[in-house]
């Protein structure tokens, strides 16, 4: 195959993967806590794919390569609720949740209690406080979230003194890259990726983080990949006509 065909076919490709990351940020601009992907892309000189009827520039095809894939941390901006249960960390920390593959970690803050009184995620997934699962008792009222994840109740209808539930563990990770998406808004720990505890980043109460998807970029952004591999596409069919009248001038031998 000619090396026109093989390096609009590489970024053809690259440009299908960056599709579906840029649809994956769209889909989910309206998540809650989602934090959004990126693509990196890079030259690849391929140094084997050479022909040596030319010199120079001409001895070496480089093709597109889609690098990695990242994830962009930023903070999203923060929504007030009012609701008791919703929290939104100022920091880098996520919020430990326990799930049937283990420990998982999400910056979902829209919190909610389960028939058994467990602090669970929309996903329905028990939030992880410093001691386990936090539980509350069906009698608790005026529910409050200070700044470093305790939480306190009111028990009963003539109690005044405050009882604690527990409080959230907020983890961190010194390469928060390595974390891995498992879907559900869930990060899993990948290899090596250990979590620690975070005692900088603070909690508020009655607020949830928004996706951090700029959805005007991704947009313009899903625009400018579909023009260019339409545009590729172009390309690659005005190269196979070419070939193919080539071949049917050098086919047509005079009798």
Do not use: C, W
């Amino acid at each position: 195959m000619e090396n026109t065909l093989l390096i609009g076919l590489s970024r053809q490709m690259a440009l299908q993967r960056q599709l579906d990351v840029v649809a994956n940020n769209v889909a989910n601009v309206n998540t809650t806590g989602f934090k959004a992907d990126k693509s990196l892309f890079e030259e690849y000189l391929m140094p084997v794919a050479r022909d040596d009827n030319f010199t120079g520039r001409d001895r070496r095809v480089s093709f597109v390569q889609d690098r990695a894939t990242y994830h962009d941390f930023a903070q999203g901006s923060v929504q007030h609720t009012g609701n008791p249960l919703d929290v939104a960390i100022d920091g880098g920390a996520f919020l430990a949740v326990q799930t049937p593959g283990g420990e998982r970690y999400t910056r979902d803050g829209g919190l909610q209690i389960n028939a058994q009184g467990q602090l669970v995620t929309s996903g329905g997934h028990p939030v992880l406080g410093t001691n386990g699962p936090i539980v509350f008792q069906q009698t608790d009222r005026d529910i409050t979230i200070t700044a470093d994840g305790t939480i306190t109740v009111l028990e009963g209808s003539n109690t005044r003194t405050d009882s604690i539930r527990g409080r959230l563990r907020l983890a961190s990770f010194a390469n928060p890259q390595g974390l891995v998406k498992e879907g559900g808004n869930l990060f899993a720990a990948g290899p090596g990726t250990v979590a620690q505890a975070d005692t900088r980043a603070q909690v508020r109460q009655g607020f949830i983080e928004k996706s951090n998807v700029n959805a005007v970029a991704e947009m313009s952004r899903m625009i400018a990949v579909t023009r260019a591999y339409s545009q590729i596409a172009t390309m690659v069919q005005q190269q196979s006509d070419l070939r193919k009248t080539a071949i049917d001038k050098l086919a047509d031998v005079p009798a």
